[in-house]
């Protein structure tokens, strides 16, 4: 049986990166009309249209999504015969593409990179911010090769738990909810309006939950699009939301327009996890990965509730 050539599979994957033939052949070192060869070859061997072609657009046929996808897994499976051979000797060298949902990033990531770097140098670590959505999709084809997200996640993928975040309420400074700082609840949440993040967002799903359980309303009017936004929505007197406790601690300002208190005991929270594909050739670097991330987590979490 014939079968397309790894240069042919690298074109496709690259045209349907960059949406363009003359960019996914900046991107190979190749001439377009060698790429387009290469391309035109891969079609004529597999039957199938994976492009449309016209002057302003290239998009991937519905046919062709599948061929890529497979390409891309084809692809790293030939690149992990060579890493397997390195990692035997050392493990977590070279690149490793990492996703990271947007209310873990920037909150978690400068307490968990440097150990990370430091006790892998030769780890290349390639970030990408996605919802958590987007991010799962991205793992089944293969784009990106582990995701830092809040677990559960559905799919075909093996987590590891590295940390419990809890949530903590956010008010406006002064607000009556707060003068029960001590003994606040869940109960305590009924008939306040409480401010959540836009469709999308894995923690506006549990926040929600624990809003229904305690009574709250949800507002209808807004949501935000980030935490930061959300923090200011409280700030400016529209309601009160749920932060996780990084985000509370590095968006809310002490003597600010907004205040922090615990919530319940124990406390709601969410479980943030390392997830990959249980297909992966790399399960025991990932292990590895996810240990040391909850290493330093433990840490982190010790200095935030000090």
């Known amino acids: 049986m014939d079968r397309p050539s790894v240069r042919q599979l690298e074109c496709l994957v690259a045209v349907a990166d960059h949406g363009s033939f003359r960019k996914a052949a900046a991107a190979l070192g190749i001439s377009q009309p060698a790429l387009s060869a ?48 390195r990692r035997r000797a050392e493990p977590l060298v070279g690149a490793l593409r990492l996703g990271v949902i947007p209310t873990i990033a920037p909150y978690w990531l400068p307490a968990l990179l440097p150990p990370v770097r430091k006790r892998f140098p030769r780890l290349e670590l390639i970030l990408r911010e996605e919802q958590t959505a987007r991010l799962l999709a991205q793992l089944t084809t293969g784009q990106i090769d582990a995701a830092l997200l809040a677990l559960p996640v559905p799919g075909d993928v093996t987590c590891a738990q590295i940390a419990r975040e809890e949530f903590v309420l956010a008010a406006p400074r002064g607000a009556a909810i707060l003068k029960k700082r001590n003994r606040l609840s ?117 200095k935030l509730r000090a």
């Open 38 to 85: 290469q391309v035109q070859a891969a079609e004529d061997l597999l039957a199938v249209q994976v492009f449309e072609r016209d002057r302003r657009a290239v998009l991937v046929t519905p046919a062709g999504e599948d061929v890529v996808g497979r390409a891309r897994l084809a692809l790293e499976a030939i690149d992990g015969v060579a890493d397997a051979a």
């Open 186 to 302: 869940e109960r305590d949440l009924e008939d306040q309006t409480v401010l959540l993040l836009e469709d999308g967002h894995c923690l506006r799903d549990q926040a929600l939950a624990v809003c229904e359980r305690g009574g709250g309303i949800e507002s209808m009017e807004v949501r935000a699009t980030s935490l930061p936004t959300l923090v200011q929505m409280v700030a400016g007197g529209m309601g009160i939301t749920l932060l996780p406790e990084a985000a509370a601690d590095a968006l809310v300002q002490p003597r600010g327009p907004v205040e922090t208190a615990a919530l319940g005991k124990p406390p709601p929270g969410r479980t943030i996890g390392l997830a990959w594909r249980t297909s992966s050739a790399r399960l025991r670097e990932f292990r590895l990965l996810a240990e040391t991330m909850a290493e330093e987590a433990e840490r982190f979490l010790a």
